[in-house]
């Protein structure tokens, strides 16, 4: 079935370090989320890709989708104290979140 | 990330003791889903309705029931048959079912007293 992976399951990063996040599909996806949950919040939506090699910008977030629409990135450029949280990516169309990224950074 | 509430924030349950989780929300969404999120796990999908009287199992819909009487309530039911509910409940809707972006309400902690 369905298998969304998600790599690393733990960051932790020096304030000002960058940080990657990424996700892999074993199937071709039609499109991709990234939601982003804080300590003891809910997920929020940050971005949805559709297009094969597509990558949207966010402020110091910069997001990919692969060339064979299988696999995804979020990328954060320096990071800051409020990038805390779990990252995941999640495929819609199944109804299935992947396993996330934590990410702690120290100021 | 508006327009959906849950209640109770945290919920207490007895052995044995069916228990019922509210999610309204003011967004008219058609779709509605309920996830569970196990301490440094992912989401995974227990039910979801995409029109009003219509509901599909999710991964792991053992021991809970929904009814999704109108469109903006779906009330998730942990029956004594879930053996180990003690996780945290999210509730999300969206415009329509199916690779569109979910709104997540604030969530549900239940514990097993």
């Known amino acids: 079935g369905q298998q969304v992976m998600q790599i690393p399951q733990y960051q932790h990063v020096q304030e000002g370090e960058d940080f990657t996040t990424y996700c892999n599909s074993s199937t071709t996806l039609s499109n991709i989320q990234w939601y982003k949950q804080r300590p003891g919040g809910h997920p929020v939506f940050l971005i949805q890709?559709?297009?094969?090699?597509e990558v949207k910008k966010q402020k110091r977030l910069t997001f990919q989708f692969g060339e064979a629409k299988k696999n995804s990135s979020l990328h954060i450029t320096a990071t800051q104290t409020t990038d805390v949280g779990t990252y995941f990516c999640a495929d819609h169309n199944q109804f299935y979140f992947g396993t996330g990224t934590s990410l702690t950074v120290i100021p | 990330d508006g327009g959906i509430t849950q209640s109770p924030k945290y919920l207490f349950r007895k052995e044995g003791q069916n228990v019922t989780l509210s999610c309204e929300q003011n967004l008219n969404h058609d779709a509605m889903y309920w996830y569970r999120q196990d301490p440094g796990q992912g989401l995974r999908l227990i039910y979801y309705s995409q029109i009003v009287n219509d509901f599909q199992k999710g991964d792991i819909a053992e021991g809970y029931s929904v009814s999704r009487e109108k469109k903006e309530s779906f009330p998730l039911t942990v029956t004594s048959a879930q053996k180990n509910p003690t996780a945290f409940y999210l509730c999300?809707?969206?415009?329509?079912?199916?690779?569109?972006?979910?709104?997540f309400g604030p969530g549900t902690r239940l514990l097993v007293l």
């Open positions: 999300a809707s969206s415009s329509a079912g199916g690779g569109e972006t979910q709104y």
């Open positions: 890709l559709v297009k094969s090699g």
